[in-house]
């Protein structure tokens, strides 16, 4: 049998029976440990950690299994083989119930005794391998879901180049995605240079992580030669495993003093060849831990370096093509006058003509574009980059029309595009699919030339492949259609819950109001129950008169009428008020509207109200019963406010004083509500108006009030703001644009 890495723990308190099960145990060549009591055996576990423990019944059965129980609470794993007399029955029951695995009964056979150890040690490492399994799994997946977001980034960074180039705004966006989905502290890109006669690399670009400092400015990291002190080893790493990564405590002495200025702990390079010439190297840097980058990791970013390298190159083709087609009309008028004065001249131009010549030949041969020659509507000619983007051998192409190697949806794009009359609009750039030899499908951006080839008109064509971009465009299509559906439904469910809030706050006042509500009903309920009864009277006594009954009724009707506008005022008051239900309200009438709803209940609990409303009246645009909410809002704060300060001033003659005032400012409503309360402490000052922030005891508030308050003046175009010293007073100042100003918005064209 394989040896075990597992102790096991014999508790055993007869001699005679350690041995015996030594003795049995032995060929099993195991780390065997024995003690003769519990208490022994709970001082050895902690050091030694067995994962298997064979003990007697009745010596762990004291105290309820305390012993068994304490154990597995420390390591759960842990497995117990117990051997008990065939009369301990009732304690192997017990015994049972804790999960103990197995129960020997006395005399123990040897035979048994392996057998047993033996599977509970097959049990215990199969466990242990099943564990080990898991954690490899789910590493695995975390290196995977990391490795997947780092690829991404590549491809996405990978997009930016080849859609808008090589340049500082796309280097920056590609170093910002690469650092994030690395989890590295910085990212830069260096760029080599030659200086008297020695190699030197430039830093040019770099990305820093939240809390990192940028060390492109530092003067001995700007500018670096590799060859260099501090920089051993580093060119040979780049040569022979295309990257350089390494943790900084192995540098020596000259690497580390450079590395710990930038606080740098580990980083990873890689080279960056243009045209297979070193151009320089993208690198990134860990500032918080030695990382070690595994392989996924490696492949990923070393696409990078290659896709870096593809994208300068490309950039260095265009701008060369494109110095080169500004100089082309120039130089061909040059040479031409040259021509028309002598024939000697010619003969030069010629020469040089044919040098021209030469170096097209070689540009064209090596350019990363795919060119194609077309005459006749068939292609003619076609370069080693075209070569490669239809995986066929010339023959196979030439001759050919090229509606031929696109799917029917393009053919009469393709002829459409390459039949143009006019040089001006053979010039457009347009998109289409070919199908490759291989059967593959590939996007290409083609980009027409209407030229003249020995005297008939000719197209050269420039092709670049952008299936990687296209795939790109269509993944982001897609993420956009989803991102733009859920922000919509999270603004709709946003609103809905905002709405929601807000007629729970109403229907909060509303209750806090209903004693007030109660009175203002019942005045006008007396006043009638009284006049019928005195119509009564007056029909007992028979001097009831038509005059009499007429004005009698008029003063009932009054009474109705009145208990009539209060509840009318309160159904629209609590029911949902939507937004759009604006109009042109009365700030004062509003006030007034509030204030008949809580005035008996501030009477009855011996609150002054100042009101001072100016006589003019002042107009606004908005939902009145909004606004009327707001004003009960703030005079239900003012109140408790008032109340809590009087139960701290019992017998000191204090007045419970609340006001509030609207008048006119230049071209603004003000509005303001204040108390002589106990004031709001200025460190909580600024959590007001979050909402379910509230000073008030669970069943006194919720924290809504002043959240909607805010949302509803806001929704007015105003502003609300606060003023408070403790245990002095509160103001509360709402600011609204006038009527007038709101017009004036709605007559602009």
Known sequence: MEKANLNILII????????KYLQALSSLELNILTVENCKSAFELFPKQNPKLILSSIRICQSGDFEFVKQIQQIEPSV????????????????????????????PVKKDKLVKVVKEQLASKNLQLRLELEEKRRRFA???NDKSSLILHSVSQATTYFFRSGFNEKTANEALALIGQATKASRVYIYQSFKQKEKNYTLRI??????????SKDIPEIRKVSLSGEGFEGWGDSLREKG?????????????????????????????ITVNNEWWGFVGLDDCRSERIWIDSELSALKSLAFNLGAAIYRKQLDDELIKLNQNLEQ????RTSELEIEVFERSIAEALLKDSEEKYRLIYEHASYGILLMQGGKITMTNPAMIEIFEDIPRNLIGRELSELV?????????????KETEEASKETFEIQVITANRKSKWLELKPKLISWYGEPAYLVFASNISLRKKAEQELQQLNSSLENRIDNEIRRVEHQRQLLVQKSKLESMGELSAGLAHEINQPLVSISMGLDNMLMMISDQKLNEDYISKKIHTLFKDIDRIRNIIEHVRIFSRDQQVGNESEISVNDVIRNALSMIRIQFTDHNVHLNIDIDAEEVTTFGNQYKLEQVILNLLSNSKYAVEEKAKRNIGNGYEKEISVSCRKDNNLAILEVSDNGTGIEKNILANIFNPFFTTKDEEKGTGLGLSISYAIINEMKGSIKVNSIVNEFTKITIELPLKTLKENEHEEP
């Open 12 to 19: 055993e308190e007869n001699p005679v029976l350690t041995k």
């Open 79 to 106: 497995r117990f083989i117990l051997t008990a007399d065939p009369s301990d029955s009732r304690l192997i029951i017990d015994a049972l119930e804790l999960d103990i695995k197995s129960v020997l009964l006395k």
């Open 141 to 143: 997946e975390k290196e």
């Open 205 to 214: 670009y770099e990305w820093v992580a939240e809390g990192i400092k940028a």
């Open 243 to 271: 990257y350089f990564s390494g943790v900084v405590s192995d540098f020596t002495e000259h690497g580390q003093a450079m590395m710990k200025m930038q606080d740098i702990r580990s980083l990873l390079v890689f080279p």
């Open 331 to 334: 130089r061909v008028k040059e």
């Open 407 to 419: 799917p029917k949806r393009f053919k009469s794009i393709v002829s459409e595009k390459l039949n």
